[in-house]
């Protein structure tokens, strides 16, 4: 309504990495660079299209695995550094 107003994220700088694949229609799981906190704060595509966390991919540590394997030659892209702002 306007009278109340809250932050959704800390102030300060973050690194926002990419790390980019190629599908191969067999391989489910892959490695990032960077251990992420959870599903929710990283950003997949795979052949330019968004994935659902929890529904086309889970993470355990740093391993990324799809449900189903991304096609052959389609491009997955996994940005991360959205879990926190915090310098």
């Known amino acids: 309504d306007g009278t109340a107003y809250q932050n ?10 990419k790390d980019s694949f ?8 892959y490695t990032l660079s960077i251990t992420p906190t959870n599903e929710n704060s990283i950003i997949v595509f ?4 968004h994935q659902n ?3 086309a991919y889970t ?3 740093a391993d990324i695995t799809f449900s189903s394997a ?7 892209v996994v940005l991360h550094g959205f879990d926190s702002t915090v310098v």
């Open 8 to 17: 959704f994220a800390v102030q300060g700088a973050v690194s926002i990495t």
């Open 22 to 29: 190629t599908g191969d229609g067999s391989t489910t799981v």
């Open 46 to 49: 795979v052949g330019n299209v």
């Open 53 to 55: 966390p929890g529904v």
């Open 59 to 61: 993470l355990s540590g």
């Open 70 to 76: 991304p096609p052959d030659t389609h491009t997955i």
